[in-house]
């Protein structure tokens, strides 16, 4: 797993030499600021993280992604993009890195066909309260969300509107005291608000 780590950090710089996947000073410090960053997620939940099929929104870079592929190869994980050269890109490092278990989409999180994961995560992707949106017809009562805010995660917590029936909660990074990640569930919509697209079951 460090072996097939290290070749997804390998294809990570030589790639941002052409296209800015990630912020050239976060490179200094690469294990620590996107690999273990992504990897924490599966062990920061005070919830065990449920077997099962994994989205990740504006993959970007494929974090946590692709760590996350690369950690549970036996874990169907969706990366979803809305720029071409990220996907492209998404595509040959999961290749490079022999994960048979990855699907890259090339589409907007508004045009993805309704269907139902176990965890859904997204790393600088949207304010929570959009992302919910966007994003509450992929989930259960049972789908684990665990979404990395940095130092905005209580801020964005509290802010949520009552819309929103759930039971989120803050974790502290493992890998910055000062950053935050949104954990929990989405248990559906209150009464009054527009729901959401009916879907598939869980895989």
């Known amino acids: 797993m460090i072996a097939r780590l290290g070749v997804l950090v390998e294809a990570l710089v030589d790639e941002n030499t052409r296209q800015n996947l990630v912020a050239r000073a976060s490179l200094e410090q690469v294990w620590q600021r996107h690999i273990v960053d992504s990897a924490q997620l599966l062990y920061v939940s005070r919830e065990t993280v449920p077997d099962g099929s994994w989205l990740d929104l504006g993959s970007g870079a494929g974090f946590p992604g692709l760590v996350v592929a690369a950690m549970q190869p036996d874990r169907p994980v969706t990366l979803v993009d809305s ?3 990220r996907t492209d890109w998404l595509a040959r490092a999961a290749a490079s890195l022999g994960l048979g278990n990855v699907e890259v989409i090339l589409a907007r999180v508004e045009d993805l066909p309704a269907r139902r994961w176990c965890v859904i995560s997204a790393r600088a992707f949207a304010p929570l309260e959009r992302l919910l949106g966007l994003a509450a017809r992929f989930s259960t ?7 990395p805010k940095g130092a905005k995660a209580q801020h964005e917590l509290e802010a949520l509107t009552a819309d929103w029936n759930h039971v989120f909660h803050v974790e502290h990074s493992l890998t910055d005291p000062s950053a935050g990640i949104i954990a929990g569930q989405l248990l559906g919509q209150t009464p009054g608000r527009k729901d959401t697209k009916a879907a598939p079951a869980l895989r």
């Open 83 to 85: 720029r071409r050269l």
């Open 141 to 147: 009562p049972d789908t684990l969300w665990l979404l």
